[in-house]
């Protein structure tokens, strides 16, 4: 038989909390928005673009296509680690960082490959979310 002291409550997710999750969704989303918004690939997801990089190979000077697919996966795959350190209650800066070094290392990559100016929606969406989650988990650090 469980005690009252032992019993586990249930917890409530605080606005920090909320803004992290927002972080994810924005990176689980990005995926599906277009990443270069002029030039070949423009009409292309990032998933799509990615494949098509791939399936290029080594015709892309200067750009390993294996090193940029497998750090844009990363990217919907740290929005889902953000999800998971929430609802674990712990992890979260862990997990923030995670998101900030492979968003900011692909957007870099796209940056080469396309330009600042012609970079799309995919990318900024991306980049806003790894920096809002890893901001509300830095000013929770502080609040304590």
């Known amino acids: 038989m469980i005690d009252e002291h032992h019993r586990r409550r249930p917890t409530t997710l ?13 990176l689980l989303v990005s995926p599906f928005l277009q990443w270069v918004r002029r030039g070949p690939g423009n009409t292309l997801s990032g998933r799509e673009m990615i494949d098509a990089i791939v399936a290029l190979g080594d015709a892309l000077p200067g750009l ?11 990217v919907p795959a740290s929005g889902a680690v953000l999800f998971i350190a929430v609802g674990l209650g712990r992890g ?17 990559g796209f940056v080469r490959l396309a330009g600042v100016a012609d970079l799309g929606p995919g990318p900024w969406l991306a980049a806003a979310g790894a920096l809002l989650a890893a901001a509300t988990t830095l000013q929770s650090m502080v609040r304590r």
Do not use: I, M
């Not at 605080?14 to 924005?26: E, I, M």
């Not at 294996?66 to 996966?73: F, G, P, Q």
């Not at 979260?92 to 870099?108: E, H, I, P």
């Open 92 to 108: 979260k800066r862990a997990a923030a960082g995670l998101a900030l070094g492979v968003t900011a290392l692909v957007f870099v």
């Open 64 to 74: 390993s296509a294996a090193r940029l697919a497998v750090a844009w996966y990363l």
């Open 14 to 26: 605080g606005r920090h909390d909320l803004a992290t999750l927002a972080g994810g969704v924005a």
